[in-house]
């Protein structure tokens, strides 16, 4: 990966795309999404080798494999070792999965799979449930039932009626279970009880019932797009520790 930012950053080379004009447009957008401008220069594989012939300074290759023959992935080959260039295939329909992939060689074919997420392990499963027992029980114990009795006194000045408001939703399993919140229906929008987290405190019910998680469950992934895609893939304790204490300090964010 560093090899391939490196080459769509040499001012001085240019970062050759092989692919159709809306495969290359794609791609373009997407390095400019992610604030990368290379000196782009592009090729239909129509126009392959024969155009290759014209091209000097050349930093890296990133092609869409789709479109090319076997010869046209040979030519590449043989060029990009004469110019000293990296080679990359970009496979869109990669992307639309969203997960890590493993290649898997049988002779002259590869195999392409997703790599297990962490918490397809029983034993991280396991310790990702003890996690949610300690915080939430921790929580229940000492403070939650003070935060209950200010949060009871507020609500029940305003309106008559239950403190907790029930939301029927699904866990990941597709069983039906009540979410609690407190209920901030009768009170203004400005209030610090409507617009702070306070009101989702009692979802540490539903954690501690094993309903849901505190992370991404309570505490929401926010460091990056498809955060929750990215989270099952990198599980750790040590990820969960760090998404709760930043999350408690409002950066609920990875540097």
């Given at each position: 990966m560093k090899k391939l930012y490196k080459g769509m950053q040499d001012p001085a080379k240019t970062f050759l795309l092989i692919g159709s004009d809306e495969e290359v447009n794609d791609i373009r957008a997407e390095l400019n999404g992610q604030g990368l401008s290379p000196q782009i220069q592009s090729i239909s594989p129509d126009a392959l080798p024969d155009a290759l012939q014209e091209l000097e300074s050349v930093a890296a290759v990133c092609c869409v494999p789709m479109a090319l023959q076997k010869s046209d992935l040979q030519t590449l080959r043989q060029f990009c070792r004469e110019k000293s260039a990296e080679l990359f295939f970009c496979v869109p329909g990669l992307a639309a999965l969203q997960e890590n992939m493993q290649v898997r060689n049988v002779g002259f074919m590869s195999f392409l799979s997703p790599i297990p997420e962490p918490l397809s392990h029983w034993w991280n499963r396991l310790v990702k449930r003890l996690f949610d027992l300690l915080v939430s029980g921790l929580f229940l114990f000492f403070l939650f039932p003070f935060i209950y009795i200010v949060a009871a006194v507020i609500i029940k000045r305003k309106s008559a009626g239950p403190v907790f408001s029930l939301t029927k939703e699904r866990n990941r399993k597709g069983k039906t279970f009540s979410r609690f919140d407190f209920r901030?229906?009768?009170?203004?929008?400005?209030?610090?009880?409507?617009?702070?987290?306070?009101?989702?405190?009692?979802?540490?019910?539903?954690?501690?019932?094993?309903?849901?998680?505190?992370?991404?469950?309570?505490?929401?992934?926010?460091?990056?797009?498809?955060?929750?895609?990215?989270?099952?893939?990198?599980?750790?304790?040590?990820?969960?520790?760090r998404i709760l204490v930043k999350a408690m300090f409002n950066k609920n964010k990875i540097e």
């Open positions: 901030t229906d009768a009170l203004p929008e400005s209030s610090f009880l409507h617009k702070s987290s306070v009101k989702r405190m009692p979802q540490l019910l539903n954690v501690f019932m094993g309903n849901m998680s505190v992370v991404p469950g309570l505490v929401k992934c926010q460091f990056c797009k498809d955060a929750d895609v990215w989270y099952r893939q990198n599980w750790s304790l040590w990820l969960d520790i």
